[in-house]
């Protein structure tokens, strides 16, 4: 049932109303009881459509569900130790650590070494 709204030509007051569409327009206005009331044209509310059943994706087979739900899956990032992880092997995978040698000596640690016997000075 939709929502009406009104007015008074004669005292301009105006209100809605809650009406089925084929209730007959009201003419006598409540505040002033003249019958001048005059039904306006709104913009009308928003369609609101509740459940399932109003989107395309709603009526998708079942083989593109599937194979939506396996794309999504391969999508997902893959857990150290998941049986699931495709790899045959059944081994961990592990990145290579980097050798002592990988980084800059600092100032502090160039100091430490052993010297030659040669004085740096």
């Known amino acids: 049932m939709p929502t009406y709204e009104y007015a008074c030509e004669n005292c301009g007051h105006q209100f809605e109303e809650f009406q089925s569409m084929s209730a007959k ?3 006598k206005c409540p ?3 003249e019958l001048k009331l005059k039904r306006l044209i709104g913009i009308g509310a ?3 459509f509740k459940g399932a059943g109003f989107y395309e994706t709603d009526y998708r087979s079942e083989g593109y569900k599937k ?3 396996a794309e999504t899956e391969a999508a997902k990032p ?3 130790g998941d ?3 495709g790899d045959s092997s059944g081994a961990k ?3 290579p650590k980097p050798s002592g040698g990988g980084k800059p000596a600092t100032k502090s640690e ?3 070494k052993p010297s030659s016997g040669k004085s740096a000075n």
Do not use: F, M, N, W
């Open 25 to 27: 327009p009201l003419r």
């Open 31 to 33: 505040a002033c009881g």
């Open 46 to 48: 928003g369609v609101i």
């Open 67 to 69: 194979d939506q739900k």
């Open 78 to 80: 893959k857990k150290d």
């Open 83 to 85: 049986a699931k992880s």
């Open 93 to 95: 995978k592990t990145e």
């Open 110 to 112: 160039s100091s430490k």
